[in-house]
């Protein structure tokens, strides 16, 4: 008989690996839904904002049903373990942010990662991280979620819905470009690659 899979192994079957980042995000999913008193979502009354493009998003996606595609989840990086959900409905939000607990064998882990990196393994490094990492995860998935996540009720302005533009036709390359994100040069409409950039520094 074909046992349904739990939550933590669908979001590992999506990313294609165990690892820390994405047991934060099911760490992270969790406190969310919890918080907002909210199931999985399915068109849109969840909204998602992620502060960094880490394994961590996938788990988010998986557990929440806050996608890309769908347009309710919204990168921004910022190079931060923190993430802001909300319920249109509700008109509820919440900021989540990474607790750092301790981790089992965290010092031999970061070694032996170090080892990897500078091409000095052998096979027996390998399958000792591998070990070890998968004992991390277990544990920090057992953690109670006040351990691993600090969870902050906030006021936030929720972005509208996801919004269906017209496309127009870029006309230096001739392909298709959302009329929002086109850009308009002598005159013309030109997508935002053809475009290029005039920044005179101030993107730095």
């Known amino acids: 008989m074909c046992m349904e899979k739990t939550p933590w192994e669908r979001a590992v079957e999506f990313h294609g690996h165990v690892c820390m980042g994405l047991a934060l995000g099911f760490r992270v999913a969790e406190a969310a839904m919890g918080a907002l008193g909210s199931m999985r979502d399915v068109d849109e009354q969840m909204i998602a904002i992620a502060e960094n493009d880490s394994c961590a998003v996938d788990a988010i996606q998986v557990i ?95 972005p509208e819905k996801a919004r269906i533009f017209p496309s127009v036709t870029c006309f230096s390359c001739g392909e298709k470009v959302m009329e929002p994100r086109a850009r308009l040069q002598d005159g013309k409409a030109i997508c935002i690659p053809c475009a290029g950039n005039y920044e005179r520094g101030w993107g730095k």
Not at 78 to 94: D, H, I, M, P, S
Not at 114 to 132: F, H, R, V
């Open 64 to 158: 929440t049903g806050c996608t890309v595609g769908k347009g309710n989840l919204i990168l921004r990086d910022y190079g931060k373990q923190a993430f802001t959900f909300a319920l249109r409905e509700k008109k509820k939000a919440v900021r989540i942010t990474e607790k750092s607990p301790a981790r089992l064998n965290q010092e031999a882990v970061s070694a032996l990662r170090e080892k990897i990196a500078a091409g000095n393994a052998s096979d027996e490094d390998k399958a000792n991280l591998k070990e070890m990492s998968d004992e991390m995860v277990k544990d920090y998935l057992a953690k109670p979620l006040g351990e691993v996540c600090s969870v902050t009720e906030i006021t936030y302005d929720i």
